[in-house]
């Protein structure tokens, strides 16, 4: 690719609306165009990334015995009904009426349409296991699109599906699926975990996220140090301690009401009684789905969204902001507590092992002191609802965690037959008989790996490809356009180098020396070359690894052959790591 024909249209700028470095970096290095919010067009640069991810994908994918199919992406409202999502599902589903007034949807996933399939084509034990996938845009209604590719409205998605007998061979169709995407990942070349997951509006029973660690993760995972437990916030189950009983067990006090003015936050509340915010129980108000319902945790605890929307079943949940509260309930914020609330009610489960704890009096400027769970008040759910912390033990091990941030780049379920039943999708066993299938969904988000190899590998130049997800290995800098001499020699490498095999892309471009090095930095192509100055003198190249700056000086005969084998040999060492 000679850069002087490419449309490679590169900016000093950084772009105001980009907040993180993948999205500053995707726009800067002309990778990608903004459409429309969380809608991108992908420029030449931008695709050929995408389809090195894709392509790691679907070799993986089919040495893993996978099928290749394309499905509409464009989906009935009918077949969403009987899986019961065209409810559920909220906002992010698109749907639209077409001009027979027939309902339909942007497809944000495939479910319903591979049951639909595999109900009509699968009619046999001896037809499984089975598993299909594709690579296709997928809608998202996104509330909060942003960061780029990271989180788009559109977005370019592998989702497979496998179709079994039994629990067991589905078991065995997930472990083919959770090596493949190691496999995936670690050819792709990037630090990756695979940790326990939340399973989501997708549904199903089991589930495994996988991670890039990146410090711009929108995710949270805690990591054993003692033992390989890993697991998404949202998951990770919050271990009791033995004894874990607080406020003074010895004398059980009654309840006091107190005077606390203006004291609304549980600092202030525990600053004033002199006390530590572990014995406030804090009281929040949240909607589900609509609904207000209160919601106790520990003064110094945090609620975990997830983990209470699953507590409620519910398919949304929000914190109601102040005016919300008061609209729906009457009660006066920042005073609120358990004792004779009227709402329903859902406490973690350390609120139950508190003892003269503080709460709220549900009247303005005026707590309760000595408020004990289970005598005073007892709420309609309990469960581990709060977010786990580096100070918690690990739930499996009670080795010392921490939390680092991630990015979810892949996502496997284990679904069981909650499509097959909700759609009658049924295959005869051996015995003749009529047996849902039992399925499982394997997802990536091939755009979103894009960004998230650039947010874990960038400097503040730009990027920094790892090998496997260049759109080109190598690009080679003539900074002597106007010398003969320089410019055949600079053409006859880029010609060598390509029929070495390797994706070059060949500066010609009549720029300033400074402009082409910024260029390449901002492209962050593994291999730099220059044909410049030192040549002219000594007829020698500079190679110039993008990672960390290495440098060394070759005759220009021997540079092609030289980078040549050294990509090849690094390629290959990444497609063996598989
Ligand atoms: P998230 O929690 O980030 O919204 P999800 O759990 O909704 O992700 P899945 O339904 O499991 O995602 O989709 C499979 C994969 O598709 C995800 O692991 C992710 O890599 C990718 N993905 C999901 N939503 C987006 C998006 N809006 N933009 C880009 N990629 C996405
Ligand atoms: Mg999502």
Redesign the pocket.
Known sequence: MRYSQMLIPTTRETPAEAEVASHQLLLRGGFIRKLAS?IYTYLPLGLAAVQKVARIVREEMNRAGAQELLMPMVQPADLWKESGRWQKYGS?LLRFTDRHERESCLG??HEEVITDLARNELQSYRQLPMNLYQIQT?F?D?IR?RFG???????????AYSFDIDDAAAGRSYDRMYEAYHRIFRRCGLDFRAVE??T???GGSF?H??MVLASTG??TLVICGQCDYAANVEKARVAIRAGQQQGGAERIEEVKKVATPGMKKVDAVAGFLGVATDRVIKTMVYLADGDPVAVLVRGDREVQPVKLKNLLGAAEVELADDETVYKKTGLPVGYLGPVNLTLRMVADQEVMLMNNSIAGANEKQFHLTGVQPGRDFQPALTGDLRQITAEDRCPSCGGPLTLTEG?????I?KLGTAYSEAMRATFQDREGQARPFVMG?Y???????V??AIEQNHDENGIIFPLPLAPCQVIVLNLGINSEETTSAAERLYEELRQGGLEVLYDDRDERPGAKFKDADLLGFPYRVTVGKTFEKEGKVEIRRRRDGHTETVPCGQAAGYIVELVRGELAAFESNG
């Open positions: 969380g992010e944000p996933t997928k998202r996104e699109p590719l990271m989180r788009g409205r559109e977005f370019v998605m592998k989702d997951a939340d989501g509006t997708i589930s996220e996988f929108e995710d990015i979810e780049v892949g996502h379920f969904c997802g990536i988000g091939v755009s979103r790996v960004a998230a």
